[in-house]
Nanobody, 114 residues
Framework: VQLQASGGGSVQAGGSLRLSCAGS??????MGWYRQAPGKQREFVTSITRGGRKNYAEFVKGRFTIFRDNAKNTMYLQMNSLKPEDTAVYLCYVDSDGWGPSSWGQGTQVTVSS
C-alpha cells in the first residue's frame, strides 16, 4: 500500500486549503487523516468509509470536509476557516479492516499564521 499526500502549505487565519491523498492498490475500506503538531501527540481529524460515512473530530466540525473519489482511490480534505491551532503535519491513513490505521502516507505540512 502506498499513499501519497499533497496540498499542504501556508495560509493566513481564515484561509482555506485542500489536501489530497492518493492510494495505490485496491479500494480501501476507510481512509482518513490524523495530524501532529510540534510537541503534541498525533490526533484524529476525520475519516470516511468506502460508502461515504464520515466522522469528524469536534475541533474541525463545520470547518473541514472530507470526501473521496473511489474511482481514483483518492481522498480529499477541504479545510476552511483555518486557525493557527490547525498548524500541524497532516497524515493520511487507510484502515483496511476497521481496527485502526494500517498504512500511513508521508504527511504534508499545514501552517496557519495569525
Amino acid at each position: 500500500v502506498q499513499l501519497q499526500a499533497s496540498g499542504g502549505g501556508s495560509v493566513q487565519a481564515g484561509g482555506s486549503l485542500r489536501l489530497s491523498c492518493a492510494g495505490s492498490g485496491s479500494i480501501f475500506s476507510i481512509m482518513g487523516w490524523y495530524r501532529q503538531a510540534p510537541g503534541k501527540q498525533r490526533e484524529f481529524v476525520t475519516s470516511i468509509t468506502r460508502g461515504g460515512r464520515k466522522n469528524y473530530a469536534e475541533f474541525v466540525k463545520g470547518r473541514f470536509t472530507i470526501f473521496r473519489d473511489n474511482a481514483k482511490n483518492t481522498m480529499y480534505l477541504q479545510m476552511n476557516s483555518l486557525k493557527p491551532e490547525d498548524t500541524a503535519v497532516y497524515l493520511c491513513y487507510v484502515d483496511s479492516d476497521g481496527w485502526g490505521p494500517s498504512s500511513w502516507g508521508q504527511g504534508t505540512q499545514v501552517t496557519v499564521s495569525s
